[in-house]
């Protein structure tokens, strides 16, 4: 597609379920992100994929967090048993590397607003 | 751990004249980039200018360029000629050479006055 595709744009859950959110990178990138954006914050790293390396899960605040990313391209993050503290905005992000692991302009998409009752 | 400081939460400037949004970042490497991202009530981050650390040259992207300071370990952005379009959250970003993540600062809403 012509950007980072992310769905569903507002999910509202009640406590305690699980949800999963949708990123579909720009086609032909190779590493893909997801942040986390609190209200009125910056934005937080999650994870990171590159191709078909271990992802870098440093950034991911509890065991309740997992993703996955499928033929290195679309990727879910899955959130279980969600708190009210998780209620913020995902945003998704992928980029191509260049040559000699240069990497280029890392694109966003317009995030999952999620919000739990 | 790398930290980015954003000490202006909120700015607010004339529409066609200049402002200046401030940041500041903590590391002990040589070798990194800086970032400025703009997000409007879209919630997309677009990318506004990029500084690598090693270039001694300030960034610019037509109205939008950057006063980089290495040693002092700052990172301005300028606007000139502010336009309505400009009104927006902006992101100040620090991502070690080699690495994968940016770190991102609180973050200075922008606001232009017609």
């Known amino acids: 597609g012509a950007g980072v595709s992310q769905s569903p744009s507002n999910k509202v859950t009640e406590k305690g379920k699980d949800v999963e959110l949708r990123c579909d990178p720009i086609?032909?990138?190779?590493?893909l992100y997801w942040y986390r954006q609190s209200l009125g914050q910056g934005l937080e790293f999650l994870i990171y994929f590159q191709g078909n390396s271990a992802p870098d899960k440093s950034g991911l605040p509890s065991d309740r967090f997992s993703a996955e990313r499928t033929g290195g391209s679309v990727s879910t993050l899955t959130i279980q048993r969600t708190q009210q503290e998780d209620s913020a905005v995902y945003l998704c992000a992928s980029s191509r590397w260049g040559r000699q692991g240069e990497r280029n302009t890392i694109y966003f998409g317009e995030g999952s607003w999620l919000t739990v009752v | 751990a790398q930290t980015v400081t954003q000490s202006q939460p909120e700015m607010s400037v004339q529409e066609a004249e200049t402002v200046t949004l401030s940041c500041t970042y903590d590391?002990?490497?040589?070798?990194?980039?800086l970032f400025w991202y703009k997000q409007p009530p879209s919630r997309q981050m677009i990318l506004v200018i990029r500084q690598e650390a090693y270039k001694q040259q300030n960034a610019t992207e037509n109205r939008f360029s950057v006063n980089f300071q290495k040693a002092a370990k700052s990172f301005s952005l300028k606007i000139s000629d502010s336009q309505l379009g400009d009104a927006a959250m902006y992101f100040c970003?620090?991502?070690?050479?080699?690495?994968?993540?940016?770190?991102f600062g609180q973050g200075t809403r922008l606001t232009i006055n017609p």
């Open positions: 970003a620090y991502e070690n050479q080699g690495a994968q993540k940016l770190v």
């Open positions: 086609s032909g990138h190779t590493a």
């Open positions: 590391t002990s490497e040589s070798d990194y980039y």
